[in-house]
């Protein structure tokens, strides 16, 4: 497991009869030189302490939401930003219909519902638990979310019942998280281009026609190929949007601008041109701020058609 070196690992363990085994997640993330911050649910508490979670993974145990100490030292927007990655293992039934509904009811839930990063679940839970159509329901919605999961198993349970809803082994969890460093090691290797918002095409120094686009889409597309390691860049139109550090952000405000920046950043291993610039532009732009008159015909051409023109350009 070469691939956990070094990385941020924030682990959250949640209130089931597996707690136990999240010490042995532990003690293998270690031993393979990953960095563990964890968090224990209030539940969780009642199956592992503290001590014995913070003496494994030589760092740092959270768990209360209002702590003026944790606050003050780490909030819990900074300990979601410091992760590479959030683990939950195991993950009860409680806390997944937390995460599927949004409820932010503890620091768990809290930081988990603030994270931009990847989040890896392996459920817990007696087999009735596991098979009820809410959980069903609430992993279908996670699993939307882009959430990945580790397991369950089928074998014997702790309650003496059978069937799925074990939770895996803590060295296939520890595998399973080597893995996902590996891909996106593997990923970093590509690079991707993705193009956003609406271009501003002036009339004159103060004026101008745009397209209607929130740049969302192009954002959202930019964040997710960094999360699976691609080295991106987003070439932005004028947009209220922030983007994490991970991504190499240009600012362009014309369609023009769009281009030449398209240009310089390529060629790529994927390029998604999901800005709506403007279809047209101002055929002469007025040098100065036009006076106020009655009518005003403005003479517009076709605008550049950036992507077509990479496109055929790009080798
Ligand atoms: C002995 C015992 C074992 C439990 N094991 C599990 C379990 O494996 N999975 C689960 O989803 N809930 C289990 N529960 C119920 C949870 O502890 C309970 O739903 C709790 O509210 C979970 O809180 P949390 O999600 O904030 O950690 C268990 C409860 C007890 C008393």
Not at 9 to 32: D, M, P
Not at 79 to 97: C, Q
Not at 113 to 124: E, G, Q, R, T, V
Not at 243 to 253: P, R, Y
């Amino acid at each position: 497991m070469k691939n956990l070196l070094n990385k941020k690992i924030l682990f959250i363990i949640c209130g089931g009869i597996s707690a136990y085994k999240s010490l042995e997640t532990i003690r293998l993330f270690k031993k393979n030189g990953a960095e563990i911050k964890t968090i224990l649910t209030t539940s969780a508490k009642e199956f592992v302490t503290p001590l014995s979670i913070t003496s494994l993974s030589q760092g740092k145990v959270y768990s209360d939401l209002f702590s003026v100490e944790n606050e003050a030292e780490m909030d819990h927007i900074s300990l979601s930003r410091w992760a590479d990655i959030i683990v939950i293992a195991p993950a009860t039934a409680n806390t997944i219909s937390k995460l599927a509904q949004g409820t932010t009811d503890d620091l768990a839930s809290t930081v988990v519902l603030a994270s931009d990063k990847d989040i890896i679940l392996a459920p817990a839970m007696n087999v009735r638990m596991w098979e009820h159509p809410t959980t069903k329901t609430n992993i279908k919605k996670l699993k939307g979310f882009g959430y990945k999961l580790i397991g369950p198993e089928v074998g014997d349970m702790a309650c003496g019942e059978y069937g799925e809803g074990k939770m895996s082994d803590p060295s296939v969890i520890a595998e399973e998280v080597d893995k996902y460093f590996l891909t996106q090691k593997n990923n970093k290797k590509f690079k991707a281009l993705v193009t956003a918002g609406p271009t501003n095409e002036y009339i004159d120094p103060v004026r101008f026609i745009t397209n209607k686009s929130s740049g969302k889409q192009g954002y959202e597309l930019a964040k997710s190929l960094s999360k699976k390691g691609f080295d991106t860049t987003l070439i932005s139109g004028p947009t209220n949007l922030e983007i994490t550090k991970d991504i190499n952000l240009i600012k362009v405000e014309t369609a023009d601008e769009m281009l030449v920046a398209t240009q310089e950043n390529l060629p790529v291993d994927v390029a998604i041109f999901s800005a709506a610039g403007a279809d047209f532009k101002i055929n002469k732009k007025y040098e100065n701020k036009i006076k106020k008159q009655e009518n005003l015909n403005l003479n517009l051409e076709k605008n550049v058609e950036y992507f077509i023109m990479c496109l055929t350009i790009t080798p």
